[in-house]
Every structure is written in C-alpha cells, then in structure tokens.
C-alpha cells in the first residue's frame, strides 16, 4: 500500500513537472517565404534522431542481453 502511494505521488509530481514543457511556446516563426527553420542554417537532425535513439535502444538491449546470458552460463559451470 505504501509503496503504491510513493509510486502514485511520484508518476504525479513527474507529470505536473513536465507539464510546463508541453505547455511551452514555440520559437517565434521565421519569414513568411523563408526557409521552412530558423536560424536559416538548417540542420536536419530531427529526422534522423528517432533512428538514433531506436538504435540506441537496440544496443542496449543487446548489451543485457549479452550480460544476462554471460550471467547464467557462469552459474552453470
């Protein structure tokens, strides 16, 4: 009972914590027939950071996966 207290104070004070980041405003909008981000050096890496952190994931699923199974076969010899 006590522990699904502390785990319910702390999911609600974890999300009225990022609430004022969703709540956040945007940056101002660039130029009306500008580039489509501003500043106008555009780097493209939101595109490709879901991949990153997809592989991120991937790897360090591996990694465990390694751990674990390292893991059981010492204690089986």
Do not use: H
Not at 35 to 52: A, E, H, K, R
């Amino acid at each position: 009972m006590r522990l699904s207290l502390r785990l319910l104070i702390f999911t609600l004070f974890l999300i009225l914590g990022c609430a004022d980041i969703f709540a956040a405003m945007g940056p101002p909008m660039g130029p009306p027939m500008g580039p489509p981000c501003w500043p106008p050096p555009c780097i493209p890496v939101d595109g490709g950071l879901s991949f990153l952190l997809v592989a991120g994931a991937a790897y360090g699923g591996k990694k465990l996966y390694d751990v674990k199974k390292k893991r059981n076969t010492a204690k089986a010899e």
